[in-house]
């Protein structure tokens, strides 16, 4: 893997191979808080925030602090720890700057811990042998990638609130399953341009 | 051993490191230092920034109307931000109205005070206060309602308007492991200063009268925190029609046994009250010696569904239904109505078919 440019490995994160769309991580609040714009896109800055620095934190963690004393099977729970960390630093920040975005996050702020693309994102870049370059700009191409798609079907999810009829068996997940399913398909048309899979 | 212990002390320190960054990051994130709220205009308080409005007003002693203990979800802790607040919040808008959003009437419970802020509120709630009280006296009124008496303490008087309400906090008791504060409505007269009379009703499964009915006793100290409330006697000389129904009856005793008696004879308060069957019924003897003492008061107890052997030859049905058999030319007057939700909105109903305008209407909701 070593000879993937990071660039390309942003784009594809970012696109082809997001980690919501085809991995399927992150899934809890992508469904919960896709009902506005607006906190969609806030809790997506947080998330990428979140990402990005785990990833590099975690990096180091890993090869300077587990592997050369052969822990690297506490991998699990070191990153969770740090990223416990960093949510609760997020958590203090967004408290700072936005009284309205916190109030609009509530729960999910400090759910962004148990956030699957989070821990995910450390995961793979210890599985696909990242540099620390590429391991972060593979943590920000995924967090990017992640609130894009939150923010794609928050749009969506507006639209429809205004003027669609939703069949009730449907209502509620079940639309928001499908509309998710229907953007992956989307996305699969941005394959031919980078893969890293 | 290394084995145990590097793994361990591994963790550890990573814990450790990471707990630190987060205390200095909130040491320098979370420190609002001491910023300045303004009341009314003219009263300053420097307080510590960082906490709710709710909170940092009490920290003051003064006392916004909560019941939901800053859940929002009662709205009654509602204040009107004049400066230093932000957008309205996503968990306050379902309970503001567009009308209160555009006044800038906010939640205080939602609010936090992180710079100088300036806000307004009624001058009545600075009379509010927490009351160290101890029970008087306990005694049954019928089956199911009580009348509670209590000696306040710290401080010894209470200033309230005949009408108003005022909290009583249940503490942790038995399974429920949370305080909770509910609110009764004084049904003693304000000169009494010293003391607080409530009459409560034993609700089923009610966790703060659950424990007033079975846990309290006489001696016993509680807190209480008041006077609350907007429902008292307006100014005027129209006809007054009360209406109640069971523990209903506590704020109009506070009423009318306040008035004075020129006021009574110009007023000529009638008191219709609602009850189901004679066990009901409570305090009719002290109420007909209230009769004869004022000719222009009328007292007109009903009970809507009778047992056999009541012996009853007073009215039946529900007090809606008497209005009109009682009171000529009820659009003059005014309503002061007290009871659960069902009934009052009967009463209203009633009253405003005889053309009194809902603003003459005054009431006092069970909720």
Redesign the interface.
């Known amino acids: 893997m070593d000879e993937l440019s990071p660039l390309v490995i942003f784009i594809a994160s970012v696109f082809t191979s997001n980690i919501l769309l085809t991995n399927f991580l992150g899934m809890c609040s992508y469904l919960s808080v896709s009902r506005e714009l607006k ?1 969609a896109w806030g809790l997506g800055i947080a998330v990428s925030f979140v990402l990005t620095c785990t990833t590099a934190v975690n990096y180091w ?1 890993y090869y300077y ?2 592997v050369p ?1 052969g ?1 690297e099977y ?1 991998q699990y ?2 990153f969770i ?2 990223i ?2 960093f949510v ?2 997020v958590e ?2 967004v ?2 700057l ?3 975005l916190y ?2 996050l ?1 729960i999910f702020l400090p759910l962004i811990t148990v956030n699957c693309a989070i821990l995910g994102g450390s995961l793979f870049m210890i599985i696909r042998k990242y540099d620390f370059i590429q391991s972060v700009m593979f943590g920000a191409g995924s967090g990017i990638g992640w609130a894009l798609a939150i923010m794609a079907l928050a749009g969506i999810r507006r639209k429809m609130s205004r003027r669609s009829a939703v069949i009730p068996a449907l209502e509620g997940p079940g639309i928001v399953l499908i509309i998710t399913g229907i953007i992956a398909l989307g996305f699969i048309g941005f394959s031919g341009v980078v893969q890293i899979n | 051993m290394t084995q145990v212990i ?2 361990a002390l ?2 550890a320190g ?2 450790t490191a ?2 630190l ?2 205390l200095i ?2 040491r320098y ?2 420190d609002y230092g001491e910023v300045e709220l303004t009341i009314n205009d003219d009263r300053k308080h420097r307080v510590k920034g960082g906490s709710t409005l709710l909170n940092t007003l009490k920290s003051e002693s003064i006392f916004i109307p909560s019941a939901c203990g800053g859940r929002a979800t009662c709205a009654y802790c509602k204040v009107k931000a004049v400066r230093g ?3 309205v ?4 808008e379902p309970l503001l109205t567009k009308e209160e959003i555009t006044n800038n009437i906010r939640l205080s419970c ?3 005070v ?1 710079n100088d802020v300036a806000i307004e509120i009624p001058e009545e709630l600075f009379s509010i206060r927490e009351f160290k009280a101890r029970v008087e006296a306990i005694s049954d009124l019928t089956y199911d309602i009580k009348l509670f008496s209590f000696r306040l303490n710290e401080p010894e008087f209470i200033d309230f308007k005949p009408g108003q309400y005022i909290q009583f906090q249940a503490p942790e008791y038995g399974d429920i492991d949370e305080s909770v504060y509910r609110a009764y409505s004084m049904c003693n007269v304000p000169e009494d200063k010293r003391t607080v009379e409530l009459m409560v009703r034993l609700v089923p499964e009610g966790i703060c009268t659950t424990y007033m009915f079975q846990y309290l006793s006489v001696g016993d100290a509680v807190t209480l925190t008041g006077p609350f409330g907007d429902f008292y006697l307006r100014k005027g000389d129209r006809r007054m029609i009360c209406m109640a129904g069971g523990s209903g009856m506590a704020p109009l005793r506070s009423i009318l046994k306040a008035m004075k008696p020129e006021q009574i004879a110009r007023r000529r308060p009638i008191f219709f009250f609602g009850a189901r069957s004679k066990r009901d019924l409570f305090m009719v003897d002290e109420w007909s010696a209230f009769e004869r003492e004022h000719p222009d008061f009328k007292f007109v107890p009903a009970l809507s569904s009778p047992e056999e052997g009541d012996d009853w030859n007073g009215e039946t049905g529900f007090i809606p239904g008497l209005v009109e058999k009682y009171v000529d030319n009820v659009a003059e007057g005014e309503g002061y109505l007290c009871g659960s939700p069902g009934m009052l909105n009967a009463c209203v109903e009633v009253l405003t078919k005889h053309g009194i305008p809902e603003e003459r209407i005054y009431y006092d909701k069970f909720e």
């Open positions: 906190t963690l602090v587990l004393q822990l506490l729970i070191a720890v740090v416990a960390a609760q630093a203090m920040i408290d700072r936005s009284d309205r109030a609009a509530g | 590097v793994p591994s963790i990573l814990a990471l707990a960054l987060i990051a909130e994130l979370m607040f932000g957008e919040l996503p968990t306050e939602q609010l936090k992180k």
